[in-house]
């Protein structure tokens, strides 16, 4: 099955500063790669996806991009935020159109933003 | 929308009881999914249902976990006897047809003692 390696477990940025959290992925044949976050006491919150169709998705001050050769996504988060603060989670799915997807998560990211 | 509506937020039985977790899919939505959250394995998957169908349960850990969804609007995930080990906050997530993102739920932490 699909394994997904996420890194750093943790990150300290100052406010204003960019992040970047990797991830790495086992099955080639996964084509869908969403990135979650989750505030504490809460379920996690779709932010951003990529499908493996597409190198590069941008969302005001998030971006994923997607190496397919590789098998590896990122996340980046510019001019960061305190409310940025949370945990991230990247995923990869293999997505039947006619059904919902599986994902397989990575291990999480907690990101602080000191202001 | 209320969104996925997952209940109770917080259950503490003892070790043996049997334990009843129960999800409402926000509605319309045909996906429906049962995961696991603990430190040591971060978010499993337990169990997927299609259209009320159980379509992938190779997630449940073992035959002390059992999940149904006797309709649309409506799942459960029981786990009999209960062991501490089971402790973890449980997630459902519904998506709609033919789309891709899965909406979670707030949870229902577990803690058996």
């Known amino acids: 099955g699909e394994n997904v390696e996420q890194h750093p477990s943790t990150l300290s940025v100052q406010e204003g500063d960019s992040a970047v959290i990797k991830c790495t992925y086992s099955d080639s044949a996964s084509n869908y790669f969403p990135w979650y976050k989750q505030e504490l006491g809460k379920g996690p919150q779709l932010i951003i996806d990529?499908?493996?169709?597409?190198g590069e998705k941008k969302d005001q001050r998030i971006a994923v991009t997607l190496n397919k050769t590789a098998k590896h996504f990122s996340l980046h988060i510019t001019e960061t935020q305190p409310e940025d603060s949370a945990v991230y989670f990247c995923?990869?799915?293999?997505?039947?159109?006619?059904?919902?997807?599986?994902?397989?998560f990575g291990g999480g990211t907690r990101l602080m933003v000191k202001p | 929308d209320a969104g996925v509506i997952q209940s109770p937020r917080h259950e503490v039985t003892e070790m043996g009881q049997e334990v009843t977790l129960r999800c409402k899919p926000i509605s319309g939505h045909n996906s429906l999914f049962w995961y696991r959250q603990t430190m040591m394995r971060g978010l499993e998957l337990l169990i997927y249902f299609n259209n009320n169908v159980p379509i992938d349960d190779s997630g449940m850990p073992e035959d002390r976990f059992s999940a149904k969804m006797p309709n649309a609007s409506f799942s459960t995930l029981k786990i009999q006897p209960s062991e501490p080990r089971d402790s973890a906050v449980y997630f459902c997530?519904?998506?709609?047809?033919?789309?891709?993102?899965?909406?979670f739920g707030q949870g229902t932490r577990l803690t058996v003692v």
């Open positions: 990529i499908r493996s169709n597409v």
């Open positions: 997530a519904s998506s709609p047809h033919g789309r891709t993102e899965a909406f």
């Open positions: 995923a990869a799915s293999l997505t039947p159109y006619n059904a919902g997807n599986m994902l397989t």
